[in-house]
Nanobody, 119 residues
């Protein structure tokens, strides 16, 4: 079992930056592919991006590509989401998630952290 806890959310002006963190506890963190999702009020949960187990490769939704960067520190059991050039439409609850390599399902989820971007 893996427990994920996000932090770093808050209120920021449009054009600003925030860095979210997701700390993992439990089984070996480096075994998991990690991802970030978000859900805005009244909308479905949306994929933001993912990073492989070693941290060498990441993929992003078109809506955040070039502005957001995912990284991980396996020694610290933590994955990060650096968000730059924030827009009002980035306002959402952000969740980190993990899945076993070889599985298509994200079985592990954090509780979420609120990001609000004021225009």
């Amino acid at each position: 079992q893996v427990e994920l806890v996000e932090s770093g959310g808050g209120l920021v002006q449009a054009g600003g930056s925030l860095r979210l963190s997701c700390a993992a506890s439990g089984r070996a963190f480096s075994n998991y592919v990690m991802a970030w999702f978000r859900q805005a009020p009244g909308k479905e949960r949306e994929f933001v991006g993912t990073i492989n187990r070693s941290g060498s490769t990441s993929y992003y939704a078109d809506s955040v590509k070039g502005r957001f960067t995912i990284s991980r520190d396996n020694a610290r059991n933590t994955v990060y989401l650096q968000m730059n050039s924030l827009k009002a439409e980035d306002t959402a609850v952000y969740y980190c998630a993990g899945r076993d390599f070889g599985s298509s399902e994200y079985a592990y989820w954090g509780q979420g952290t609120q990001v609000t971007v004021s225009s």
